[in-house]
């Protein structure tokens, strides 16, 4: 099944993620795009978290979701959507705590909230693992890795939410996907990808 990712990063890489689980929390746009990207990779288990429901005008970037979907679970929904392969995936219909009793290799944040990506921090560092920060904004996105460096230095606040376009989504969940595999192949270094399409695409990267 997993024949020209094995011709890639090999056995052994490809063994190490069959060991590996992951937490996405948020199953958005975002979501959509890092748990359907994550989901036939050979992960032993992915966990989705949300509160939420979906709505009609959710459809347009939120692209496992059709018009027969306004008002399910959004994590439920999802986790049913991505049952392509071998791996276990779990829904946990409701809000996210630092707390929470699972046993994961790294957390993507998906959400946007920045009170949950505190929370995100907190249960990342508290249990020794990376996280991935990740966020759409018109034409800019934000993602990166995250250790023993604090996000908020890169993040903002909660204000307005604005448009979206639904490739900025997928190109910024695209790269947090790919960011969170080299993580758990043993590649965990943190770094923070600015992205800027308004005119042409625009990539500053941080080191720290």
Same mark, same amino acid.
């Given at each position: 099944?997993?024949?020209?990712?094995?011709? +890639?990063?090999?056995?052994?890489?490809?063994?190490?993620?069959?060991?590996?689980?992951?937490?996405?929390v948020g199953c958005g746009g975002l979501g959509n795009i890092i748990a359907t990207t994550l989901s036939c990779i050979g992960l032993e288990n992915i966990y989705l978290i949300d509160f939420?429901?979906?709505? &009609?005008?959710?459809?347009?970037? $939120?692209?496992?979701?059709? +018009?027969?979907?306004?008002?399910?679970? @959004?994590?439920?929904?999802?986790?049913? @959507?991505?049952?392509?392969?071998?791996? *276990?995936?779990?829904?946990?219909?409701?809000?996210? %705590?630092?707390?929470?009793?699972?046993? =994961?290799?790294? =957390?993507? %944040?998906?959400?946007?909230?920045?009170?949950?990506?505190?929370?995100? %921090? &907190?249960?990342?560092?508290?249990? $020794?693992?990376?996280?991935?920060?990740?966020?759409?904004?018109?034409?800019?996105?934000?993602?990166?890795?995250? &250790? &023993?460096?604090?996000?908020?230095?890169?993040?903002?606040?909660?204000?307005?939410? *604005?448009? $979206? +376009?639904?490739?900025?989504?997928?190109?910024?969940?695209?790269?947090?996907?790919?960011?969170?595999?080299?993580?758990?192949?043993?590649?965990?270094?943190?770094?923070?990808?600015?992205?800027?399409?308004? @005119?042409?695409?625009?990539?500053? @990267?941080?080191?720290?």
């Amino acid at each position: 099944m997993y024949r020209r990712q094995i011709e +890639l990063i090999g056995k052994e890489k490809q063994d190490i993620l069959s060991q590996r689980s992951v937490l996405i929390v948020g199953c958005g746009g975002l979501g959509n795009i890092i748990a359907t990207t994550l989901s036939c990779i050979g992960l032993e288990n992915i966990y989705l978290i949300d509160f939420d429901i979906i709505e &009609k005008h959710n459809i347009h970037r $939120q692209f496992q979701f059709s +018009l027969n979907d306004v008002g399910e679970s @959004k994590a439920k929904k999802l986790c049913e @959507k991505i049952k392509r392969c071998d791996t *276990k995936i779990e829904a946990i219909d409701g809000y996210f %705590d630092e707390n929470l009793d699972i046993e =994961v290799d790294i =957390v993507f %944040d998906a959400t946007d909230n920045f009170e949950v990506r505190k929370k995100i %921090d &907190k249960f990342a560092k508290n249990n $020794q693992i990376p996280w991935i920060y990740a966020s759409v904004e018109e034409w800019h996105g934000q993602v990166g890795v995250f &250790k &023993k460096t604090s996000f908020e230095i890169f993040a903002t606040k909660n204000h307005n939410v *604005k448009g $979206q +376009l639904p490739p900025m989504v997928n190109l910024i969940g695209s790269i947090s996907s790919m960011l969170g595999v080299k993580c758990l192949i043993g590649d965990s270094k943190e770094i923070f990808y600015y992205v800027n399409f308004e @005119k042409d695409l625009e990539i500053k @990267k941080f080191s720290f």
